[in-house]
């Protein structure tokens, strides 16, 4: 049987697509587009069960069914009849269009969408089939629909739940930051396992968890599972097997790092470290209560990456010239140090005190955030 290839979708935070293209691409699979918010691949079986088990930093991967151009419903029933949906979805497939969305286009109620589109694919897979109705017993290929300028991008999900959910995170603090973002912006910054990282306003631990299974080569999707192992019509079992063994083999715990999470919050610190004990990880953070004012460090070259506080509600929003002051003086006594922060508060450098070497910006969901890099000197070369 000739190996099938299709195009595969993953899609990220908008300003981190540079990170998620490298990472397709160490996977050895060939990029066919970059757009705003997304990547398109193409791959076979296989590429499905390794994007979701190895890649860190998309939220879901979808497989293309195609694209189509559509400005009224009567348009976008025919054209989505059209495409080839029997090359996807068995006879007892459970089928339904689960999310639209619609950007500078005609069509844009996703109620509307979702309905008109389940009906053209119930018409064309009646006709196909020869079946007055389906029974949908069978595996679920869930559908997304996004518009952009009257073209729709229509694919089926192969992830099911979110990857950010690694299956680590139990507990939370308020306003927690993905693991998927959180492993984005790690990447953004030359940090490697034999550099010290301290995130000071770690939260449930996100930011020191992600380096510590970075740091180890632990996929991040080996302790969950997802939609497309139950495709037995399009992705052999050999796949998901030959992609989880390849993870297990990568894996290194006993990798010597130095990484620390501190907290203000005792409670939330208690959080991280279950949280760390669930990522297999613990061993290798070291968790601790402590406020920004207290963090020193004897060595040099270390980096601070972090996401301080954004003063969202309004009684924070006082109290934040005082904090990043306080950041900018602890950073002022780390010698030859790199930090990196996330934030949406605009005055960020000037309480600081200091201007950031770059600023990207990037969207965390609706809310538009700057990640300030501060660049310390590389460390000189081990003789």
Not at 28 to 34: D, F, L
Not at 108 to 125: G, N
Not at 164 to 169: D, M
Not at 180 to 198: H, Y
Request: glycine content about 6%; hydrophobic content about 40%.
């Amino acid at each position: 049987m000739a190996k099938q290839y299709w195009e595969l979708i993953a899609p990220c935070h908008f300003g981190l697509e540079a990170v998620l293209k490298r990472e397709i691409l160490d996977l050895g699979y060939e990029i066919s587009k970059v757009e705003d918010g997304k990547v398109t691949f193409l791959g076979d079986a296989r590429a499905i069960a390794d994007a979701n088990i190895f890649l860190r930093t998309t939220e879901r991967i979808l497989l293309k069914v195609g694209e189509v151009r559509a400005t009224t419903f009567e348009e976008l029933f025919e054209k989505t009849k059209e495409l080839p949906w029997e090359a996807f979805i068995p006879k007892d497939g459970k089928f339904w269009v689960t999310k639209a969305n619609s950007i500078k286009s005609k069509l844009f109620s996703p109620s509307d969408i979702q309905s008109i589109m389940k009906k053209a694919m119930v018409e064309r897979l009646k006709k196909v089939y020869g079946l007055s109705w389906f029974p949908e017993t069978g595996a679920s290929y869930p559908v997304r629909v996004s518009f952009m300028k009257d073209v729709a991008t229509i694919g089926i999900d192969t992830s099911g739940v979110s990857l950010h959910k690694r299956g680590y995170r139990q507990m939370t603090a308020k306003a927690p930051i993905t693991e998927t973002l959180a492993a984005a912006l790690i990447m953004l910054t030359p940090w490697k396992k034999d550099r010290i990282l301290v995130d000071p306003f770690c939260g449930s631990g996100t930011f020191p968890i992600e380096a510590a299974m970075m740091a180890a080569n632990i996929a991040p999707g080996m302790n969950r599972e997802f939609l497309s192992q139950k495709w037995d019509n399009l992705i052999p079992r050999k796949c998901w097997y030959e992609s989880l063994d390849e993870a297990a083999d990568l894996m290194d715990t006993s990798v010597e790092a130095d990484i620390q999470g501190y907290d203000l919050d005792g409670e939330v610190i208690k959080y991280a470290r279950e949280n760390a004990r669930l990522a297999e990880v613990d061993h290798m953070i070291h968790f601790q209560q402590r406020d920004v004012k207290d963090l020193r460090h004897p060595k040099k070259y270390g980096f601070i990456i972090t996401n301080p506080p954004y003063g969202e509600r309004l009684e924070e929003k006082a109290m934040l010239p005082q904090l990043y002051h306080e950041i900018g003086e602890a950073y002022r006594r780390l010698d030859d140090w790199s930090m990196y922060l996330i934030t949406s508060y605009e005055q960020a450098e000037r309480d600081i005190g200091k201007k950031a070497d770059k600023n990207r910006k990037i969207y965390n969901g609706m809310l538009k955030t700057y990640f300030y890099q501060f660049m310390g000197p590389r460390p000189p070369k081990r003789k």
